[in-house]
């Protein structure tokens, strides 16, 4: 790869740059991790044994990023910072080409297995390993298997103590292992168990009857019809709703590797991998879009955005 741009020839390359998805509410993210930081192999692969597993992002990281160029979209890659030391300069040139870095945090450890000072410390570690590499200020946040809940909500008041301006953690549908089901589908306020607030951008999904589907991303990309998402995007963009979809590098990896798993997490993991990046192609062609902070700067102008109280029983000490 090339040399890249200073910090001060990126920010400029980004701000003059015409923005060819100019008013777009569609937002692209990806959360960059590799396919055993997956909740589903918390057990099978721990921290401690990542560095024995091959490493597989980086074409895939790099394939998205000429995907989105060749369709003149820009993404959000929300970025573990555990990745950074093997993508710096990928990452760099990605902001070259205005996308925006954020945080995924650092070891992808679900937020219940951690307490409010292991979590601030993975913030400020996750953080300044991106910030440092890469050379933009970090804004928004995706906890890592959208771990907010309301049994997690403390984890609110640590993401606004940590300055991040967005949040982009709370998915709101049933699931065993995440989902606020009764929180809004659009962008709002989070409040905190504190009364702070925090600006969050919930993934797609589809409200049929009684039933709220989830429908932007990951698993639920590769088993619906590709044209289910495109007609809820296409729904949302004509009532000018902000929608966001998100992917992960693996999602376009069906040769990656095995790992030891029960069979309906195997399943959920593997299920038609093969048809990711046909279907995200597919999307780009119909669609353009941009970065969350951007989206959410239009979704703000238009009007007050709706509050939504996030508390829990037990909070642990924020102290």
């Not at 930081?37 to 597993?53: G, I, L, M, N, Q």
């Not at 091959?54 to 060749?70: C, I, K, M, T, W």
Request: proline letters at 7%.
């Amino acid at each position: 790869m090339s040399t890249l741009p200073g910090l001060a020839e990126r920010n400029a390359a980004a701000h003059a740059r015409p923005n060819a998805s100019a008013g777009t509410l569609a937002c692209l993210t990806v959360d960059v991790e590799e396919y055993f930081h997956c909740e589903v192999y918390a057990r099978c692969a721990p921290a401690s044994t990542w560095s024995h597993f091959e490493r597989r992002a980086a074409p895939f990281v790099e394939r998205l990023g000429d995907l989105l160029q060749r369709h003149e979209s820009r993404a959000t890659f929300f970025v573990l910072g555990w990745m950074v030391p093997y993508l710096g300069p990928l990452l760099q040139h990605l902001a070259s080409q205005g996308h925006e870095i954020a945080c995924h945090g650092d070891a992808h450890e679900h937020l219940s297995r951690l307490t409010p000072q292991a979590l601030r410390e993975d913030l400020t570690r996750a953080r300044g390993r991106i910030e440092d590499a890469v050379g933009v200020r970090i804004r928004g946040y995706r906890a890592p298997t959208f771990s907010v809940t309301r049994a997690t909500a403390w984890a609110l008041d640590i993401i606004s103590e940590q300055g991040f301006e967005y949040d982009s953690s709370i998915f709101p549908i049933h699931h065993d292992r995440y989902g606020v089901p009764d929180a809004p589908a659009s962008p709002f306020w989070a409040v905190t168990p504190s009364g702070a607030c925090v600006l969050e951008f919930p993934p797609l999904t589809l409200d049929c009857l009684a039933l709220r589907v989830p429908v932007g991303g990951g698993g639920y990309l590769r088993l619906l019809p590709g044209a289910i998402l495109r007609q809820c995007l296409g729904r949302r963009a004509r009532q000018r709703q902000a929608a966001l979809v998100y992917v992960h590098p693996w999602e376009l990896d069906p040769q990656q590797p095995r790992l030891r798993a029960g069979r309906l997490a195997q399943w959920r993991h593997r299920v038609n991998l093969h048809t990711t990046e046909a279907k995200l192609e597919r999307l780009l062609r119909t669609f353009r879009f941009d970065t969350a902070h951007n989206v959410l700067k239009r979704v703000q102008a238009m009007g007050p955005l709706p509050e939504f109280a996030l508390t829990t029983e037990a909070t642990p000490q924020l102290a």
